[in-house]
């Protein structure tokens, strides 16, 4: 019996990009956010949800894209990863779909330095795969951690 994958899927620079529902908190409205000071290049900065600060995650310079100001428009995905929860900003969310593992091409590649879980092909549309535990590389975490502890302590 084939597995049936919950997924959600947004937009960022004209391409569709999806993360496992079971990651996803909520969506959010565009924010103000905070930046903080030597932080990983991917990070945007924060924002304080219920006195939790929550990294921003840079998607577009993650995924080598670029570099344009956070719009009102835009929205935020608040997601949990293994060891933190995290933001990440997308140009729009088009929904949730049940997709079978099946219908995922194995992704034994890398694109713009992410490791793609799996390309799932929809009539016309590409939709990129990604682990969200994977979007954050150890040292950017390291890196994160140490920056989040000075501004805590600040």
Same mark, same amino acid.
């Given at each position: ?29 565009? !924010? ?6 030597? /932080?990983?290049? *991917? $990070?945007? @900065?924060?924002?304080?949800? =219920? ?47 049940? !997709? ?6 194995? /992704?034994?590649? *890398? $694109?713009? @330095?992410?490791?793609?879980? =799996? ?36």
């Amino acid at each position: 019996m084939d597995t049936i994958v919950q997924i959600l899927i947004f937009q960022l620079n004209e391409q569709k990009y999806a993360i496992a529902l079971s990651s996803v908190i909520r969506i959010l409205r565009a !924010a103000a956010v905070t930046t903080i000071p030597k /932080a990983p290049l *991917v $990070i945007h @900065g924060v924002i304080d949800l =219920g006195g939790e600060m929550i990294p921003v995650v840079n998607l577009r310079r993650r995924m080598g894209y670029p570099e344009c100001p956070i719009r009102l428009n835009d929205r935020f995905i608040l997601a949990k990863t293994s060891s933190r929860t995290i933001i990440l900003v997308v140009d729009t969310v088009l929904g949730m779909e049940d !997709a079978c593992e099946s219908e995922f091409s194995s /992704a034994e590649s *890398v $694109i713009n @330095g992410m490791e793609i879980e =799996g390309i799932l092909k929809r009539e016309d549309d590409v939709i990129l795969i990604y682990d969200i535990d994977k979007f954050l590389p150890i040292e950017d975490e390291k890196i994160l951690n140490e920056a989040l502890l000075k501004v805590k302590n600040d």
